[in-house]
């Protein structure tokens, strides 16, 4: 089974590292996660990131002087069709502060999976396996997964 037919219906929130994958060409990732991107771009699909990820993305372009790189990822982020940016709120900040209190999460792992629930997300994409099981978000890591 595929990433996308994994995902299940609905919005599906994004770790930062997938927007990398897709904008930088990734070699094994890449094609794992470029259906996701395309069933977004035809309005099939809600992708759901904070906006954590756009600072994350945005600096190593930013420290190698590499306007263009910087440039499609914040169009990627900001405007793209079926990409959703969300920002943080008080209340986030709170459920966060929960979620790392309950499971020793780092904060903008917190702040990144917090956000996803809020935009009604029950699966959110990583690779990272140091995240720990929320209740009513299944985590899904690119790793476990093969071209399709």
Do not use: W
Not at 43 to 57: A, I, N, P, Y
Not at 61 to 77: E, F
Not at 100 to 109: L, N
Request: one cysteine or more; glycine letters at 6%.
């Amino acid at each position: 089974m595929g990433l996308r037919a994994a995902a299940g219906r609905g919005p599906v929130g994004l770790d930062t590292a997938v927007f990398i994958y897709f904008i930088e060409e990734h070699h094994r990732f890449l094609p794992i996660v470029r259906p996701l991107f395309e069933e977004a771009d035809r309005g099939r699909r809600q992708l759901v990131t904070s906006v954590l990820t756009l600072m994350e993305v945005l600096v190593a372009p930013y420290r190698a002087g590499d306007r263009a790189l910087a440039r499609r990822y914040d169009v990627l982020l900001t405007r793209s069709r079926g990409v959703r940016l969300v920002d943080f709120t008080r209340e986030h900040f709170r459920a966060a502060a929960q979620l790392r209190a309950v499971t020793a999460v780092k904060t903008p792992d917190a702040l990144q999976l917090v956000s996803a629930m809020a935009a009604g997300c029950t699966t959110f994409v990583t690779n990272d396996r140091r995240l720990p099981p929320v209740t009513g978000l299944r985590v899904l890591l690119l790793d476990d997964f093969d071209e399709p």
